[in-house]
């Protein structure tokens, strides 16, 4: 995506009904903008999109009684492969017992950050009243989305503060915009995660378990993002709606979120094997058998050095840090193990490339290293980028080609 794009396609405010059963449903109380002139497709499209949401806004079904007191939560799901939701689940002031609402963006732009600061915002209007909410987000609709690096500024008017000036901020690294690994160092230790990291990067089926829809969100995310340069190409719910629990059934690889009160539940599933991760624990309730041996024992050592190294030190303060020293870590793995990749892409007259896969195997001296490699060709999230590398000369992802060129220099000069 590109800067200059709407921040957003919807924000919706989903609700608690009560029904005549004595149920909570979550219905949508509120839509901007209202779309109208739609075509046929379009219309239907919306629909069905809208339809969807409320189910993911409240995941934890029927299980709802007013309250006086709610902490609020900021989690987000995908709908599709290009919309996602970024969720704030708050309770609106008031006096007494009351439920709590979401309040949903919806945008094919993949920021969490920047989401969650606009959702900051959102709630703080909420508190005064919905009123004030939509000219925030009407002068946000009309303000181009930033790019990497870049600042744009909201003015908004706030009855009895006047008007305010937010800054919004996009990380320069777009490829980390997402995501938050502190997270999953809070919760796992460095290594579990390279047993977790093992499992997603030969596309199998991962299920996380928690509480906290925010903890389930952020990790699953935090997962996601430990692939780059690749990205996970299969079916992947950060938080399950309880109506969907037989996901877990599915024969084809998975990354999904399950709040823990379903354990159970999902235990009883008639399951392929899976990988459960149990994030309030901070433990591994069940495996395959072969994580440890996936990895080359000598880039896992180097790894686990490097997250232990972060652990360790007392100078990592800002999330920001902490995610560039993490993603280093898990790079620097790709780079060593496929990053000779675009010297084995054969080039014809007409600009086309073809991957010549044997060669590019052969050329790992490591016997280790290569039987790994030989494993992870075969996966889709592999496929789907050499497939984009044989587009273009052009590489595409301009980050991992800097940190490719930086080892290749170090090499020359060890030598």
């Not at 840090?321 to 060593?336: K, M, Y």
């Amino acid at each position: 995506y590109s800067a200059g794009q709407f921040f957003f396609e919807y924000l919706v405010v989903v609700s608690l009904k009560k029904m005549s059963d004595g149920r909570y449903e979550p219905k949508i109380t509120y839509q901007f903008p209202k779309r109208e002139n739609l075509l046929k497709g379009q219309k239907e499209e919306e629909e069905h999109l809208l339809k969807a949401i409320p189910l993911f806004c409240f995941p934890d079904g029927n299980n709802w009684a007013p309250v006086t007191e709610f902490t609020s939560e900021t989690f987000s799901f995908v709908l599709t492969n290009m919309d996602g939701g970024y969720c704030r689940q708050l309770l609106p002031s008031g006096r007494g017992v009351r439920l709590p609402e979401v309040f949903c963006i919806i945008s094919c732009l993949g920021c969490f950050g920047l989401f969650s600061k606009i959702l900051d915002e959102v709630e703080k209007r909420r508190q005064i009243s919905m009123a004030v909410i939509y000219p925030f987000m009407q002068g946000l609709r009309e303000s181009p989305f930033p790019a990497p690096g870049k600042t744009v500024t909201i003015k908004s008017f706030i009855p009895e503060s006047g008007t305010e000036l937010i800054a919004l901020t996009r990380p320069v690294d777009a490829h980390l915009e997402h995501v938050e690994f502190q997270a999953l160092l809070q919760r796992l230790s460095p290594h579990r995660i390279l047993l977790i990291f093992a499992s997603a990067v030969l596309e199998r089926r991962l299920i996380f378990l928690a509480e906290e829809l925010s903890v389930l969100s952020q990790c699953i995310h935090a997962v996601a993002a430990l692939l780059y340069p690749f990205t996970w190409a299969h079916t992947y719910i950060p938080v399950v709606p309880e109506c969907l629990l037989d996901t877990v059934c599915c024969p084809t690889p998975f990354m999904v979120g399950i709040q823990r009160r379903h354990l159970e539940r999902v235990l009883d599933q008639p399951m392929e094997e899976a990988l459960i991760v149990d994030l309030c624990e901070g433990k591994i309730i069940r495996e395959v058998g072969d994580e440890e041996e996936i990895l080359p024992i000598k880039l896992q050592n180097e790894m686990l050095t490097s997250l232990n190294r972060h652990n360790n030190n007392n100078n990592v303060h800002t999330s920001e840090q902490v995610n560039a020293l993490v993603s280093e870590a898990f790079v620097q793995f790709f780079v060593r193990m496929v990053g000779h990749y675009s010297s084995h892409i054969k080039w014809s007259k007409t600009g086309s490339g073809t991957f010549q896969e044997r060669a590019f195997c052969k050329a790992i001296a490591s016997k280790t290293n290569r039987k790994f490699v030989k494993k992870f060709v075969k996966t889709n999230m592999f496929s789907l980028f050499i497939e984009e590398a044989e587009k273009s000369r052009i590489p595409q992802e301009a980050y991992f080609q800097r940190k490719i060129t930086e080892y290749r220099e170090q090499k020359k000069h060890r030598r």
